[in-house]
């Protein structure tokens, strides 16, 4: 759960996640 409040607060993180899982 707490990710997704995270996601929901910083949607920034999930981005540089993303980015983290392509390169």
Request: some cysteine; glycine content about 0%.
């Amino acid at each position: 759960m707490q990710q997704v409040d995270i996601s929901a607060n910083h949607p920034v993180v999930l981005l540089l996640v993303h980015r983290e899982c392509h390169t």
